[in-house]
């Protein structure tokens, strides 16, 4: 073994030559509000942008400087996030930069101009509708583009394409949702705010994992200053599950099975509110019949680790009446 000596170590670096000056750090304060900025990031203009990564809609201010984005902040005065943005809005730009970006429009491999490529686009499928009519052509927008895209693409298609079949992928994989939503609550959308994750005293996530999938959203959650109980009904222990008050690690499609449950116990201890269902509802009485209540929870299969003992046990503190805590783990 060799021996130890000052002169085995790996010699350090002590001075570095080629790191930026501390000018070139240099903040500043900036313009359009912005607080302080690098010194040489400076906008010259500022405009609104919604992130497109995940659907929470966090929205931010995109910096340009002579008409190219340089730099983003997240929008302080947006109700949705309140000037926080997670890793993937922080990084929207990036794909900017991407060198398999498509940049310039290609005619049979060639690089053409952005005139020529819209002339082509727009000979070519006027002539297949001329041919085949109006109905032989649609389009599918996406997410990923703002509203703003979205109404210029639909206005592009049907008015200057006569193109009369048109829709989004967005109405496509919410058509479930917002039929359901129509059906429980008469509205196309969620019938809550994003400040009620800050109020509520219990919050209950259905397959849900905001901690990685929403983080702004979950943010939310954690300034919630009423200590809330937080209900995860997941087959995964995710990390959202793993910040729950209870788990409740249902089968898969186990979730049905589970609030029917609950809606029998709630009807069973006459836990409800007779006067908001009379003038909010519709159907409570097939709904409460005890012919239908079995029949529908003997059509589901029970959630692994589900016993009916343990749904009689679901605390009504949390789910029902008030909010104090009852701890424990549903597993
Ligand atoms: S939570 Fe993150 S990914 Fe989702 S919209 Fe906000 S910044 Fe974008």
Excluded at 8 to 14: E, K, V
Excluded at 97 to 124: H, K, M, Y
Excluded at 157 to 180: E, L, P, S, W, Y
Excluded at 201 to 209: K, S, T, W
Aim: charged share 20%.
């Amino acid at each position: 073994m060799n021996e130890f000596s000052p002169r085995s170590l790996p010699r350090l670096t002590l001075r570095e030559w080629d790191g930026p000056l501390t000018d070139e750090l240099l903040r500043v304060p900036g313009p359009f509000g912005l607080g302080q900025l690098p010194a040489k990031q400076q906008p010259t203009s500022v405009t609104s942008s919604v992130c497109g990564y995940c659907s929470t809609g966090c929205n931010l201010k995109i910096h340009h400087r002579d008409g190219l984005p340089v730099n983003l902040t997240a929008d302080a005065d947006y109700p949705v996030n309140l000037g926080m943005a997670c890793p993937k809005g922080w990084e929207a730009l990036t794909p900017l930069a991407g060198p398999q970006r498509a940049t310039t429009p290609l005619l049979d491999g060639a690089p053409i101009s952005w005139e020529t490529a819209a002339n082509t686009f727009c000979s070519r499928m006027k002539a297949i509708i001329a041919e085949h009519g109006p109905e032989s052509v649609a389009f599918v927008s996406t997410g990923q583009i703002c509203t703003e895209e979205m109404a210029f693409l639909g206005a592009f298609a049907k008015f200057g394409m006569g193109i009369i079949h048109g829709d989004g992928n967005t109405r496509q994989c919410m058509a479930t949702a917002v039929t359901a939503y129509k059906q429980s609550f008469g509205f196309d959308a969620p019938p809550y705010t994003y400040a009620d994750l800050e109020e509520s005293d219990v919050l209950v996530f259905i397959g849900a994992n905001p901690c990685i999938a929403h983080p702004i959203m979950w943010q939310r959650v954690l300034k919630n200053r009423r200590d809330p109980d937080i209900v995860v009904i997941d087959p995964r222990f995710t990390e959202t599950a793993q910040a729950a008050t209870w788990h409740i690690p249902v089968a898969t499609k186990g979730d049905l099975a589970l609030l029917y449950g609950v809606a029998h116990v709630l009807l069973r201890e006459d836990w409800v509110d007779h006067s908001f269902v009379e003038a909010h509802t519709s159907g409570f009485d097939d709904f409460s019949r005890p012919s239908s209540r079995t029949s529908r929870q003997s059509r589901l299969k029970m959630p692994r680790g589900f016993q009916r003992r343990t749904l009689s046990d679901w605390p009504s503190s949390s789910v029902v009446a008030s909010a104090s805590r009852s701890g424990g783990r549903w597993e």
